[in-house]
């Protein structure tokens, strides 16, 4: 059950406002501007700043072009050959050192664009800032838009893209992860609820696609705003969901008492459609619950034990409603 992906994801940090960046705006801060004409031993008291990594030249001579000096390329230039670049330099204009081809882009280009169009450039430059043109000048760091390239592309891969919920996988690997946890840790133990979404073969025959997507959107949205402090949720299959919770240490019956009560409250809230879903549109919901020994679980035998009990759910259900 453990899967790679799902632990990049839970360790990938996402940008700086909390969400995944989608656009280059998300991740560029403000620059500092200065003339072409800049002596480059004044350029060298900007860089001394450690926050300054670069620095956009405007072209003095009057033209629209826009360079720009990395601390990479400046401590390049001053360095020189045999160590001469600094005497060499410290009166020449900041033009002599500015890079007056960088990649620049608008504030709304994807961050996808932007890291293949950086990968693409010199391996001298591959990992220069980016230079964002906007109201004011700013630049991002590659090292930024690769990460939330990954960013994205993990969410992308842990994420059911209709209910955004986690996957099978990620409900799995974090199921993986709880029952690790409660091995050996005085006592606490995992709890599983699978929640089987009934006749969604027939609502979508019955009303479309889209009164079927809109069912399950509603399920995962009631689960979600039910799920108590500590408990994750996923859709596992196409009409199959799961909800992962951890009990303190307790006794057999308290924990019973408790894993039930659980998988109840989680009924209770799906029992009427949200706004916006037509009441005929409304499935049944079938739901079992497990729960491990104390300070031992394993996480095939709780999902075995869940889809057994899941099934004879299903089976008394049926029972009943040919008894009526």
Same mark, same amino acid.
């Given at each position: 059950?453990?899967? &790679?992906?799902?632990?990049?994801?839970?360790?990938?940090?996402?940008?700086?406002?909390?969400?995944?960046?989608?656009?280059?705006? +998300?991740?560029? @801060?403000?620059?500092?501007? =200065?003339?072409?004409?800049?002596?480059?031993?004044?350029?060298?008291?900007?860089?001394?700043?450690?926050?300054?990594?670069? *620095?956009?030249?405007?072209?003095? $001579?009057?033209?629209? @072009?826009?360079?720009?000096?990395?601390? $990479?390329?400046?401590?390049?230039?001053?360095?020189?050959?045999?160590? #001469?670049?600094?005497?060499?330099?410290?009166?020449?204009?900041?033009?002599? !050192?500015?890079?007056?081809?960088?990649?620049?882009?608008?504030?709304?280009?994807?961050?996808?664009?932007?890291?293949?169009?950086?990968?693409?450039?010199?391996?001298?430059?591959? #990992? %220069?800032? =980016?230079? *964002?043109?906007? &109201?004011?000048?700013?630049?991002?760091?590659?090292? %930024?838009?690769?990460?939330?390239?990954?960013?994205?592309?993990?969410?992308?891969?842990?994420?059911?893209?209709?209910?955004?919920?986690?996957?099978? $996988?990620?409900?799995?690997?974090?199921?993986?992860?709880?029952?690790?946890?409660? @091995?050996?840790?005085?006592?606490?133990?995992?709890?599983?609820?699978?929640? +089987?979404?009934?006749?969604?073969? +027939?609502?979508? $025959?019955? #009303?479309?696609?889209?009164? /079927?997507?809109?069912?399950?959107?509603?399920?995962?949205?009631?689960?979600?705003?039910?799920?108590?402090?500590?408990?994750?949720?996923?859709? !596992?299959? /196409?009409?199959?969901?799961? !909800?992962?919770?951890?009990?303190?240490?307790? +006794?057999?019956?308290?924990?019973?008492?408790?894993?039930?009560?659980?998988?109840?409250?989680?009924?209770?809230?799906?029992?009427?459609?949200?706004?916006? =879903?037509?009441?005929?549109?409304?499935?049944?919901?079938?739901?079992?619950? =497990?729960?491990?020994?104390?300070?031992?679980? %394993?996480?095939? &035998?709780?999902?075995?034990?869940?889809?057994?009990?899941?099934?004879?759910?299903?089976?008394?259900?049926?029972?009943?409603?040919?008894?009526?």
């Amino acid at each position: 059950m453990h899967d &790679e992906t799902s632990e990049m994801a839970r360790r990938v940090v996402p940008g700086r406002n909390g969400s995944l960046a989608g656009v280059v705006a +998300d991740l560029a @801060r403000p620059v500092a501007v =200065v003339g072409s004409a800049l002596p480059v031993g004044d350029l060298e008291v900007v860089f001394r700043d450690p926050g300054v990594s670069s *620095v956009v030249v405007r072209d003095d $001579a009057g033209s629209p @072009r826009v360079g720009v000096v990395t601390r $990479a390329r400046l401590t390049s230039a001053l360095t020189g050959r045999l160590g #001469y670049g600094r005497a060499v330099l410290d009166r020449k204009p900041t033009a002599s !050192v500015a890079d007056w081809a960088p990649l620049l882009v608008s504030p709304s280009t994807p961050v996808s664009e932007v890291a293949t169009r950086a990968m693409a450039r010199p391996d001298e430059q591959r #990992y %220069d800032d =980016v230079l *964002v043109a906007g &109201e004011s000048w700013a630049c991002a760091a590659t090292a %930024d838009v690769m990460r939330a390239l990954v960013a994205a592309l993990a969410q992308r891969s842990t994420r059911d893209p209709l209910t955004g919920m986690a996957t099978r $996988a990620a409900v799995w690997h974090g199921l993986t992860h709880r029952c690790s946890m409660a @091995r050996g840790s005085g006592g606490s133990r995992v709890v599983v609820v699978l929640l +089987d979404v009934r006749g969604m073969t +027939d609502i979508n $025959a019955r #009303y479309g696609g889209a009164a /079927g997507d809109a069912v399950l959107v509603g399920i995962a949205d009631r689960i979600r705003a039910a799920l108590p402090r500590g408990c994750e949720a996923g859709r !596992v299959d /196409g009409d199959r969901f799961a !909800v992962l919770g951890t009990l303190p240490a307790m +006794d057999d019956a308290r924990a019973a008492a408790s894993a039930e009560g659980f998988r109840g409250h989680l009924i209770s809230q799906l029992l009427t459609p949200p706004d916006g =879903v037509e009441p005929s549109w409304w499935p049944t919901v079938h739901t079992s619950v =497990v729960w491990s020994l104390a300070g031992g679980a %394993d996480p095939d &035998e709780l999902v075995r034990e869940g889809e057994r009990r899941l099934v004879a759910a299903a089976h008394a259900a049926r029972g009943l409603a040919r008894a009526s």
